[in-house]
């Protein structure tokens, strides 16, 4: 983890949670998700959508345009995306960066961590930017609540009624 902002607060759990964290999706830990994902918890990840793009006299036609559209996922939906994605791959190698933390100013045990995620798998590549809400009320077991993924940083603490 690279860059850290902190605004005045504990960070050594946040810290090692969100190590923790990467670190088992790069040992394909379902387990380890499992637990740490409330059951309830609000899931918006990314699909590539690649279409064709120009003017069909352009030699541009034949590149491909990336977009995303946004998935919101069930907890199961996103264990079971998550399987088939752990078999799938031969490898995993997931980085996070620019790494910020705020915490809630209602709810003191919640914590919102912002980062950007260097996705690289031995079928597909990407960065974005990942936020996470997370429950320390139990910090022995703390929970996600909300994981997001976009393109674009457009996610944060504000973007969600707790």
Do not use: C
Not at 40 to 54: F, M, N
Not at 101 to 123: A, C, E, F, T
Not at 125 to 145: K, M, Q, Y
């Amino acid at each position: 983890i690279a860059e850290i902002t902190l605004f005045g607060l504990p960070t050594d759990p946040i810290l090692l949670f969100v190590d923790n964290l990467r670190t088992s999706y790069n040992r394909k830990d379902l387990d380890f998700l499992k637990k740490v994902f409330s059951d309830d918890a609000l899931i918006i990840s990314g699909r590539v959508i690649t279409e064709k793009v120009g003017d069909e006299n352009s030699m541009m036609q034949s590149l491909p345009k990336k977009r995303y559209e946004l998935v919101k996922q069930s907890k199961t939906e996103y264990m079971t995306k998550m399987q088939q994605i752990f078999a799938a791959n031969s490898y995993l190698n997931i980085k996070f960066e620019e790494l910020k933390i705020v915490r809630h100013s209602k709810y003191p045990n919640y914590y919102g961590v912002s980062l950007k995620q260097y996705w690289n798998s031995s079928k597909y590549r990407d960065v974005g930017f990942v936020f996470l809400l997370i429950d320390f009320t139990d910090e022995a077991h703390p929970l996600i609540h909300v994981r997001t993924w976009a393109n674009d940083d457009i996610f944060n603490i504000g973007s969600f009624r707790i």
